[in-house]
């Protein structure tokens, strides 16, 4: 496992660094942390499991990233929060007990993408600009 520069969270796959681990901080339940998303994101996810079940450590990473929920189970995970969904994820999800969020593909890349241009800016003087154009998916 490699620790990020917040110690809270971490990667749970060394090699691809792509999903990472940390504490549902501020929410109590599946429904809560659902909730928080769609706020965050401004639109509503889909949220597989139950609204009531306990959160602890959350997993997650940005864009089609639904096949990776098997490594979220195996580090633990109480929920898993990605941008798409298939569907032998909703069943790895029901089987295992671990919540499943999707919140689209679009919408949970957008921040990062807006990141990344305003780090190209500032490091190398090259100005760009987002254009966000909603996607369902």
């Keep these: 496992h490699v620790?990020?520069?917040?110690?809270?969270?971490?990667?749970i796959r060394d090699r691809d660094n792509l999903v990472w681990l940390g504490e549902a901080?501020?929410?109590?339940?599946?429904?809560?942390?659902?909730?928080?998303?769609?706020?965050r994101l401004g639109r509503q996810p889909l949220v597989v499991g139950d609204p009531?079940?306990?959160?602890s450590r959350v997993a997650w990473?940005?864009?089609?990233?639904?096949?990776?929920?098997?490594?979220?189970v195996d580090a633990g995970a109480s929920a898993y929060i990605t941008g798409e969904v298939s569907e032998s994820t909703v069943h790895l999800a029901r089987e295992t007990g671990v919540g499943f969020i999707?919140?689209?593909h679009?919408?949970?890349?957008r921040f990062g993408a807006q990141a990344l241009g305003q780090?190209?800016?500032?490091?190398?003087g090259v100005k760009g600009e987002f254009v966000d154009i909603d996607n369902p998916a």
Excluded: N
Aim: with cysteine.
């Design 3 to 11: 620790r990020s520069r917040r110690q809270r969270q971490m990667c």
């Design 25 to 39: 901080t501020g929410v109590q339940t599946l429904g809560q942390l659902g909730a928080r998303v769609a706020e």
């Design 52 to 55: 009531d079940q306990p959160m």
């Design 61 to 72: 990473c940005t864009g089609g990233a639904q096949g990776m929920l098997a490594d979220a």
């Design 102 to 104: 999707a919140a689209g």
């Design 106 to 109: 679009h919408a949970t890349e």
């Design 119 to 124: 780090a190209v800016a500032e490091h190398f």
